[in-house]
């Protein structure tokens, strides 16, 4: 796998997601969404000719696509890709099937049916995870037509990022945004829920030893105070 400074991202490519439902009406992502395409073969064509565009440019990188693939007969995409120098990584999506992944190990460098966390603070998954860990961010996909309001989510619906993959330089911008946690004691995100077994003097509880964090914080600023004096 190449190094994370030289990952890009993408997801829900949907290709030939187009059916005619029982009551003989059309159904498919480039009547909901991607509607600037005429036909599904138009877009799928489109899609074709801007992942190829992106292998050609990038030999020596990786690309991320965060599931949604759709029709299994187009992976061989994926091998034309690859003949530029590119690695492809595959990450299950809801439409994905598992019954494809034999099929998608043979033409992927490598393929995910979970969430996985590719740094210490950026976790890829296709539907978007909440509530996310305080200080990390989500890139993902899965959504259409709309956005999560929540800096630590970022989609990558190819749709949404004008076919274009990002790279990880605009994930390390999004990240900066995010403040890291602290897990100095009582600045953790779960500070709030320290349960105590034995009584401290430091730490005011409830009877039952649940912290009461309002009140052991200014008592550790009573304590710092008096150290000052």
């Given at each position: 796998?190449?190094?994370v400074e030289?990952?890009y991202f ?7 997601h ?9 159904r498919?992502v480039?009547l ?6 005429k ?5 799928d064509?489109?899609v074709h000719?801007?992942?190829i565009?992106w ?7 990786g690309?991320w ?9 187009y992976l ?10 590119c690695e ?27 969430p996985?966390?590719i ?6 998954s296709?539907?978007?995870q909440y ?7 989500n ?7 709309t956005k999560?309001d929540?800096i630590?989510h ?5 749709n949404d990022?004008n ?9 390390a911008?999004?990240?900066?945004q995010?403040?890291k946690?602290?897990?100095?004691f009582?600045?953790?995100p ?10 401290r ?6 009877k039952?030893g649940?912290?009461?964090?309002k ?8 304590f710092?105070?008096q150290?000052?004096v």
């Open positions: 796998m190449v190094s030289k990952m993408c997801s829900d490519l949907h290709l030939h187009h059916w005619i439902n029982q009551a003989g009406e059309p498919g480039i909901f969404e991607r509607t600037q395409f036909t599904i073969q138009e877009h064509q489109f000719d801007a992942l565009s292998a050609q440019k990038h030999p020596d990188c690309l696509i965060l599931g949604d693939f759709g029709d299994t007969d061989y995409w994926i091998d034309e890709m690859r003949a530029y120098g492809v990584y595959f990450l299950y999506g809801n439409h994905d099937s598992a019954s494809d992944f034999d099929k998608f190990k043979e033409h992927f460098n490598e393929v995910y049916r979970y996985t966390y740094t210490k603070r950026v976790l890829l296709h539907e978007p509530p996310m860990v305080a200080g990390n961010l890139v993902m996909g899965h959504l259409h037509g999560l929540s630590q970022l989609c990558v619906s190819i990022i076919y274009n993959p990002i790279s990880f330089n605009a994930i911008k999004r990240l900066s995010i403040p946690a602290s897990y100095k009582l600045e953790e779960f500070a709030d829920k320290y349960i105590f077994f034995k009584s003097s430091d730490v005011v509880t409830d039952n649940k912290i009461k964090l009140e052991t914080k200014k008592l550790f600023q009573k710092k105070e150290e000052n």
